[in-house]
């Protein structure tokens, strides 16, 4: 089981990041990984990410359902997404709370089930790896947003995911950081788990 929680404050009115959450465009942009994001019905949609965790890299097939919708202060989003390397099912809840007319707190709590190669890698890496795929996704999300309210256009348009090589090293440094919070003989484990993920990192690339 896969756990996901915590609080993004976004620099804009709860209306507007609302609006951002349900542009399938703006989220193709800022999702790191994220190959293909399109709308097939009301409230459901379908992408293709690719994943690299680890030894595990391939492209998951995501089909996503909207519920429980309260415009604009909370939603429930169930996920669906396989692949060659396994599969990751589950549900996360997201809710809005306006903080000032220009401030506005996500607060958010997923669990997944992951199964196949994807769930070998360890729950630490696996944990951490979704941890910097949602703080990167919803800095990039910010940063689109801050454009759209500056009246650029089209606004998010000039942000991409993060390369494979800045979000290894994001990874890497939050193992780390949590590495130190136990015993020093996990920290030895993370410096391995480091060295291996940048190292498949950089070989994908050559390949």
């Known amino acids: 089981m896969m756990k996901i929680e915590g609080e993004f404050t976004f620099q804009g009115a709860r209306e507007r990041v609302w609006e951002l959450l ?26 293709a990410m690719r994943v690299q965790v680890g030894p595990v890299n391939g492209v998951f097939s995501c089909k996503v359902t909207l519920k429980d919708k309260q415009p604009p202060e909370r939603y429930t989003m169930l996920v669906d997404s396989k692949g060659a390397q396994g599969f ?6 997201v809710e809005l709370a306006a903080q ?5 707190l996500m607060k958010y709590q997923a669990e997944l089930q992951v199964g196949g190669r994807l769930a070998g890698v360890g729950q630490r890496l696996l944990d951490t790896v979704g941890r910097s795929m949602t703080r990167q996704a919803l800095e990039a999300l910010n940063q689109a947003l801050q454009a759209r309210i500056a ?7 000039t942000y991409t995911a993060p390369t494979q090589a800045e979000f290894a090293r994001a990874v890497a440094k939050d193992v780390l950081r949590e590495s ?15 060295i291996i993920f940048l190292a498949w990192i950089i070989l994908s690339t050559i390949n």
Not at 180 to 194: E, K, T
């Open 22 to 47: 349900q542009d399938p465009e703006v989220l193709a942009q800022t999702l790191p990984g994220t190959e293909k994001l399109e709308k097939t019905g009301e409230d459901q949609y379908e992408s």
């Open 88 to 93: 990751a099912n589950g549900a996360a809840q």
């Open 180 to 194: 130190f919070r136990s015993r020093p003989a996990v920290w030895i484990g993370a410096g391995v788990v480091i």
């Open 100 to 104: 000032s007319a220009n401030s506005t």
């Open 151 to 157: 009246g650029d256009s089209p606004a998010a348009q």
